[in-house]
Each structure stands twice: as structure tokens, then as C-alpha cells.
């Protein structure tokens, strides 16, 4: 069935560390893809999103290509700050005729310390 | 701004009480969805509603019920509450495929943290 798979956390980094985080999917069909942050005490956000293969979503310094020939969709940032401590989501999304269908990875976790 | 509101950030409630989660979004948003979030399991798809009066089961309604009388408001019924619904409920909204595309984002509510003891 359709799935996504982040990376386990937490992950905790120095400021102005590069940040990795790998997100994994299986979908049958053709899926956008996702990554939604959730700050302490917040709900969840978009961050960024791509809706084909080779499309490249950024924001707020955070990068994350759809490929296709890996089905990955790993968010990168170069340089991490303390107010980047949160937690993540990778999501996909498909149709099912009129119905959409959202997949969540469990999220991971990320401390940047000072 | 899209504001999705939860009318309670924390709430407590006894065993057997039937408990009202109410969400309210401000941004004429066809869609609305009822999730909850555990450690380790992430978000999990309660009930979702596409327009006024219509609704759907998502992957765990056991034990829940929803109501959409209006289009701004959305809410989550827990019928006769057990301690395995201790959660945090989240609330999300969003366009409909056909106003702003296939790829409308999800805008949540900050969540309400639902004890039952």
C-alpha cells in the first residue's frame, strides 16, 4: 500500500549544522509530495511541497527534491538555527478519483543547539 | 492569515463523559479534518467532511463521531470517552480540489491535549 518513511529522530544539531532529513514513499499513481513542520505547542504548517518528479520545493532556507528514480523527497537545509527546532513531517498526497488521499510520515524530531 | 481555532488547548474528562471538540476556520475552506497525534504513531486521519453536512471515516472513527452543520465549523464527538482516546487532537482545513487545485495545504489548529481519566 501507499507509505511514507522519515528517518527516526531525534536529531540534534549544532547551529549553523547542515540538516539532512530523509524521507522515503511508496505510492502507486503519481503523488505530490510534502513537508509540513510542527513548532512546540503548534499545529502543523506547510514548510514546502512538490507536485511532480525533478520539481524542487523551498522555503525558508529549506530544500527538498522529488525523485522519481529513488522516491525519496529529503529536506536539506545548509545551515541550521535555533528557532529550526521542531518537528517534521513528510506527507504524500494522492487521488483516488474525486478523493484525496493524504499519507503522513511519523515525523522526526529536531533540537539545534546554541 | 488562514486561522483554524480550537475552542480548548487542554481538556480533561472522566470515563464515559461525552466530550465535544469543536474547530473553526475563518478562511471559507470546503474541506476539514479530524486527526489525532500520538508519540510514534504520528497523525492518524480521524473523520474528514468535504462540505456542509457530509462527512467520511478516515482510518480510526471508532469511538468518534463528527458534525458539520456549517461550513466554518467542525466538530469531534467522542461518544462515551476511554482512556485510550487520551490524545492530542488536531484540526485541519483546507480548499477543495476545485478552488485551489489538487495541492490545496493542509492549515491546522494548534491542537487541543485531551486527558481522560
Known amino acids: 500500500g501507499d507509505s511514507v518513511t522519515q528517518m527516526e529522530g531525534p536529531v540534534t544539531l549544532s547551529e549553523e549544522a547542515f540538516l539532512t532529513i530523509n524521507c522515503t514513499y511508496t505510492?502507486?499513481?503519481?503523488?505530490?509530495l510534502f513537508w509540513y513542520v510542527q513548532y512546540p505547542g503548534e499545529g502543523l504548517q506547510l514548510l514546502l511541497k512538490a507536485t511532480k518528479a525533478d520539481d524542487k520545493g523551498s522555503n525558508k532556507g529549506f530544500e527538498a527534491t522529488y525523485r522519481k528514480e529513488t522516491t525519496s523527497f529529503h529536506l536539506e537545509k545548509g545551515s541550521v538555527q535555533v528557532s529550526d527546532s521542531a518537528v517534521y513531517f513528510c506527507?504524500?498526497?494522492?487521488?483516488?478519483?474525486?478523493?484525496?488521499?493524504?499519507?503522513w510520515g511519523l515525523g522526526t524530531s529536531l533540537a539545534v543547539n546554541p | 492569515d488562514v486561522k483554524v481555532t480550537q475552542s480548548s488547548r487542554y481538556l480533561v474528562k472522566r470515563t464515559g463523559e461525552k466530550v465535544f471538540l469543536e474547530c473553526v476556520q475563518d478562511m471559507d475552506h470546503e474541506n476539514m479534518f479530524w486527526y489525532r497525534q500520538d508519540p510514534g504513531l504520528g497523525l492518524r486521519l480521524i473523520y474528514f467532511?468535504?462540505?456542509?453536512?457530509?462527512?467520511e471515516k478516515g482510518d480510526i472513527p471508532e469511538g468518534y463521531s463528527v458534525s458539520r452543520e456549517k461550513k466554518e465549523r467542525f466538530s469531534l464527538i467522542l461518544e462515551s470517552a476511554s482512556t485510550s482516546q487520551t490524545s492530542m487532537y488536531l484540526c485541519a482545513s483546507s480548499y477543495s480540489a476545485g478552488r485551489q487545485g489538487r495541492n490545496s495545504p493542509l492549515h491546522f489548529g494548534n491542537g487541543t491535549r485531551l486527558t481522560v481519566t
Open positions: 505510492a502507486t499513481g503519481y503523488p505530490s
Open positions: 506527507a504524500l498526497s494522492l487521488y483516488a478519483g474525486n478523493n484525496r488521499k493524504l499519507i
Open positions: 467532511s468535504y462540505d456542509v453536512k457530509m462527512k
